[in-house]
């Protein structure tokens, strides 16, 4: 099984989750962020889900490989409080999802 993979560049964030099977969504696409933190084993992770205008989500782990380089670079990307993501952390896994960013004309829920 192939570790999964993600990243950040100048045009947005991508997860690879083996050889040749990667998921690419550019920053002007992205229409939400939510962080949250999920059960697991043998502890609870951070997770980042990317919403695109398309109606797809792009999710990823505090488990995978790159993780912490995208976190850095969502901060960078949306000018986000520099205690951002420790609000995440320490979330708990009954928590609901936290809206980090919002595009203007994304509708809320």
Known sequence: MSEIRVGSDESGVWREDAPHLRMHFQWSQITRVTGAKMAGV???????EF????GHFLEMTSGASGFYGVVGAVGRQYELDGEWFAAVEGMGVDDPPLVLWQRDDYPSD
């Open 42 to 48: 043998p502890h609870a992770r951070e997770s980042l």
């Open 51 to 54: 919403d695109h205008e398309s």
